[in-house]
């Protein structure tokens, strides 16, 4: 990403509320996944299914990420 992006998604991750409100559809998200993942039977939908959750999880260090390459 480009340091103009980082900045810009800096006026995201510092609002609390609305910080908040990503993680918890991250974690709803994620929650959902799973339950597919118990079902699935395809090798590659299940591959798909890790892929999105491995995604979701990175919603969990969004804000030091942001921080990080917005200097």
Known sequence: MTKSLYRFLLLLVNNKEQMQRLQDYALARIAHHQKLLETA????????????IAELRRFETLRDEVIEGSK
Do not use: F
């Open 41 to 52: 039977k395809d090798h590659h939908r299940i591959l798909e299914i890790q892929g999105a």
